[in-house]
C-alpha cells in the first residue's frame, strides 16, 4: 500500500515541530559555583615575597581545581608549593596536586609561593576557581526550578439581574368618558 506524500509530509513536519517545541521548553542544569579567596603576604624583603592562598569552595563539590589571577605590579612566582604554577606575564593559574584536588562544599585548601616584586607589592584583586569568580557567594543553582504556570483565577459570569418591574400606571381618577 503506498502512502500519499502529503501524508509523509505531514508527518514529518509534526515530527519537527514536536522536536522544536522540546528543544525550546528543555532547561540546562548547572552546578552550583562559588568561592572566597584568602590572599596573605606573609613576609616581605627587599624585591622578594611570601604568600599563602587560601581557597574556599562554597559550591558544588568540585574534583580537580585551578584558581587564576592576574599580579598588578609585575610580580612572578619562583616557587610554590602544594600546586603547580603557571604564569604569563602577570597572569597566572595554580593547578590542585595529586592530594588536594577534591573540595567538597564548605571546605577549603591552600598553598603558598615565595616571589619577587619590583617598586610595589600590591595583592592581587580578582581570583577565579575553575573559570569562576570568587566573589565570597555563590552563582548557579544545582538545578533549575522551573517557574510556575501563572493560573487563572475562575470567571464569575454577573448573573442577570432582575428587570425593574414597570410602575402601575395611574389609572384615571373618577371621570368618565
Known sequence: MKIPRARLWLAAGVAALVGAVGALTTTAAHA???????????????GGFGANVNVTN?????????????????????QLWNGSVTQSGAQVTV??????GTLATGTSTAFGFNGTYNGSN???TAFALNGTACTGGVTGSPSPSPSPSPSQSPTRFPSPSPSPSPSPSPSPSGQSL
Open 95 to 100: 593547578t590542585n596536586a595529586s592530594y588536594n
Open 58 to 78: 562554597l559550591g558544588d563539590p568540585i574534583n580537580g581545581w585551578r584558581l587564576t589571577w592576574s599580579f598588578p605590579a609585575g610580580q612572578t612566582i619562583t
Open 32 to 46: 552550583a559555583a562559588g568561592c572566597r579567596v584568602d590572599y596573605t603576604v606573609t613576609s616581605q624583603w627587599p
Open 122 to 124: 600590591p595583592a592581587p
